[in-house]
Every structure is written in C-alpha cells, then in structure tokens.
C-alpha cells in the first residue's frame, strides 16, 4: 500500500508559478513510477506529467515548456513546477504512483489539491 499527500496548491495569477509537492509513504520502494493528473471541472481527469524511478520524463502537450516534474525518491516526494499558468491551467491536481508491472501493477491517488488561476 502507498498513500500519497499532494501540497502547494492555491490561488495565482495568470502568468506566475506554483510548485506542487506529492509525499509518499508505506511501500515507497516498489514505486517504479509517479505522475500528476488534472481534472478541471466539467472534464475528466487528464495527465499532465510522469517520471520514472529511472528519472524518465512525459508530458501533456499542454504543458510541454512550462511544467516540469521532478522526484527525489530518497525523500519520497515528487514535484510539479508549474511556470507561465494559464487559466485553463485551473483544476484539482492529483499524484499518482505506480507499483509493479503489467497485470500485477496497482495504482494509488493522492486527494488532489487545488490550483486556481485568475486572468
């Protein structure tokens, strides 16, 4: 089991940065990989951003330039370093975690945390 706390959300203005912050707790060793996950509202949820244990990288389209994941796996925490926020950027965030392979994999989520951007 894994449980996931997501911090660092709130309100910022079109334009400005806001750093999300996910820790991780219970089997954190067999975590092979992390994201983060939007859902606006009205719309389904929608990845954003992933990384690997091997510190590999995907990101939204919507994103790409802007946001940046990171992860120190040696303090359980993933990042999201949001810059240039748009409003459309506005959704509950979650963090997401990723054990195992294949059928034997499971899937945890955080609570999500709030991000709002004002224009």
């Known amino acids: 089991q894994v449980q996931l706390v997501e911090s660092g959300g709130g309100l910022v203005q079109a334009g400005g940065p806001l750093r999300l912050s996910c820790v991780a707790s219970?089997?954190?060793?067999?975590?092979?990989?992390s994201g983060w996950y939007r859902r606006a509202p009205g719309k389904q949820r929608e990845l954003v951003a992933t990384i690997t244990s091997g510190a590999s990288t995907t990101y939204a389209d919507s994103v790409k330039g802007r946001f940046t994941i990171s992860s120190d796996y040696g303090k359980n925490k993933v990042y999201l370093r949001m810059n240039s926020l748009k409003p459309e950027d506005t959704a509950v965030y979650y963090c997401?975690?990723?054990?195992?392979w294949g059928a034997g994999s499971q899937t945890y989520w955080g609570q999500g945390t709030q991000v709002t951007v004002s224009s």
């Open positions: 997401n975690a990723v054990t195992g």
């Open positions: 219970g089997s954190t060793l067999s975590i092979n990989r």
